[in-house]
């Protein structure tokens, strides 16, 4: 059922390592961000030692409200609730740049430009996920100075994301302000990109362009089936 993700390699040459704190915190968004199967309970004390030493003090509290949750909830439950949030809401899905630029040009090369920062730093994710996929980006952050530039240029579709969670109620939106946390908190042209995207919805496909959005957002199946 769940997504089958393989390990990240390690970036080859000598680079200025990410901070352990920083680190852990982008890792463990990302283990806590992708679908919640039986490993993920069977490790929750693990996940709870490493929430308890993120930092900042936001961080930290975000994690600790989403775990507790997440103890308290059956994971049939937590499963099913993750696939109504992700996957049947466009506002909510985990790929940055669809709220923003929806089935548009605009998003291919936003994609092209994820993608190339990956390869430049040597990271060489599989082909399973596209490349602004958030638990794949946190990966990378968490393993190169390159990434938490790289969330940075991603502000406002962080931002969005966060304010779509929080609409919905979900228990998920700790996950991305526990992100956000550690970031510059949105700048004004990022708000107005934010209003904006939340006033109009994910641009519809441009005539003439191959789509860009996942499958399930196309054949509006969600992620029912799951690799």
Same mark, same amino acid.
């Given at each position: 059922?769940?997504?089958?993700?393989?390990?990240?390699?390690?970036?080859?040459?000598?680079?200025?390592?990410?901070?352990?704190?920083?680190? %852990?915190?982008?890792? !463990?968004?990302?283990?806590?961000? %992708?679908?919640?199967?039986?490993?993920?309970?069977?490790?929750?004390?693990?996940?709870?030692?490493?929430?308890?030493?993120? @930092?900042?003090?936001?961080?930290?509290?975000?994690? /600790?409200?989403?775990?507790?949750?997440?103890?308290?909830?059956? %994971?049939?439950?937590?499963? %099913?609730?993750?696939?109504?949030?992700?996957?049947?809401?466009?506002?909510?899905? !985990?790929?940055?740049?669809?709220?923003?630029?929806? $089935?548009?040009?605009? @998003?291919?090369?936003?994609?092209?430009?994820?993608?190339?920062?990956?390869?430049?730093?040597?990271?060489?994710?599989?082909?399973?996920?596209?490349?602004?996929? !958030?638990?794949?980006?946190?990966?990378?952050?968490?393993?190169?100075? +390159? *990434?938490?530039?790289?969330?940075?240029?991603?502000?406002?579709?962080?931002?969005?994301?966060?304010?779509?969670?929080?609409?919905?109620?979900?228990?998920?939106?700790?996950?991305?302000?526990?992100?956000?946390?550690?970031?510059?908190?949105?700048?004004?042209? +990022? !708000?107005?990109?934010?209003?904006?995207?939340? /006033?109009? *919805?994910?641009?519809?496909?441009?005539?003439?362009?191959?789509?860009?959005?996942?499958?399930?957002?196309? $054949?509006?199946?969600?992620?029912?089936?799951?690799?």
């Amino acid at each position: 059922m769940g997504r089958a993700r393989r390990r990240p390699p390690p970036l080859p040459g000598r680079r200025r390592p990410v901070s352990d704190r920083a680190g %852990q915190t982008y890792k !463990l968004a990302s283990v806590l961000l %992708q679908y919640p199967t039986m490993a993920l309970f069977e490790g929750l004390d693990r996940l709870d030692a490493a929430a308890s030493e993120t @930092r900042p003090k936001a961080s930290r509290e975000a994690f /600790e409200r989403f775990l507790g949750w997440l103890r308290a909830t059956p %994971q049939t439950e937590v499963a %099913q609730h993750y696939v109504e949030t992700f996957d049947l809401r466009r506002r909510c899905a !985990l790929y940055l740049t669809y709220a923003r630029h929806g $089935d548009t040009r605009k @998003r291919g090369m936003a994609l092209l430009a994820i993608k190339t920062a990956y390869r430049v730093a040597g990271f060489a994710p599989s082909d399973d996920e596209l490349p602004d996929y !958030l638990p794949l980006v946190l990966d990378f952050a968490a393993l190169a100075p +390159d *990434g938490g530039r790289l969330l940075r240029r991603h502000r406002a579709d962080l931002e969005l994301l966060r304010t779509a969670l929080h609409d919905a109620g979900t228990p998920y939106a700790d996950l991305v302000e526990a992100v956000c946390a550690r970031l510059p908190r949105p700048g004004r042209r +990022d !708000l107005a990109l934010v209003r904006r995207a939340r /006033e109009q *919805g994910p641009p519809e496909e441009e005539v003439g362009l191959a789509p860009f959005a996942p499958p399930e957002y196309l $054949d509006g199946t969600g992620a029912g089936a799951r690799r």
